[in-house]
């Protein structure tokens, strides 16, 4: 278990979780590619399909390809997967969007999470 939600060891540089990967796909490449997120959206492989791909091997090579192809990735798992992070985008309630998108628990990880899409919302319109 992870000491706290994230559990990530920032001490540890990036490569770490690259490292990580690497151990893991030793263990089972496909759950290993399955369980970890990408892109700059970081979205779990396990939602391959909901991103439209037939394999989580199509859906990271689509992600590893160049960032408009994560960009469309994520646009196709908003559509598919979290239909309700849409709707708060339109209404601009941006505690819908941090639930729909992250879940229930989201304000125990990040109690200013949606407070901060809302001013970054604001800062780049």
């Known amino acids: 278990m992870l000491p706290k939600i994230g559990g ?22 496909e759950i290993a590619l399955r369980a970890t997120s990408w892109g700059g959206f970081q979205i ?9 791909c037939k394999t989580v091997f199509e859906f990271v090579d689509r992600f590893m390809s160049n960032t408009d192809e994560q960009l469309n990735l994520f646009i196709l798992f908003m559509k598919n997967a979290k239909p309700g992070a849409i709707k708060g985008l339109q209404e601009h309630n941006w505690v819908k969007v941090a639930s729909n998108y992250n879940g229930g628990g989201w304000r125990k990880g990040d109690p200013n999470y949606a407070s901060n899409l809302e001013k970054f919302f604001n800062e780049f319109k």
């Not at 979780?17 to 089972?28: I, N």
Request: include cysteine; hydrophobic fraction near 30%; aromatic fraction near 12%.
């Open 44 to 52: 779990m492989g396990d939602n391959f399909d909901a991103c439209e």
């Open 8 to 29: 990530y060891d920032d001490k540890l540089g990036p490569m770490h979780q690259y490292e990580r990967l690497v151990r893991a796909t030793k263990l089972d490449y």
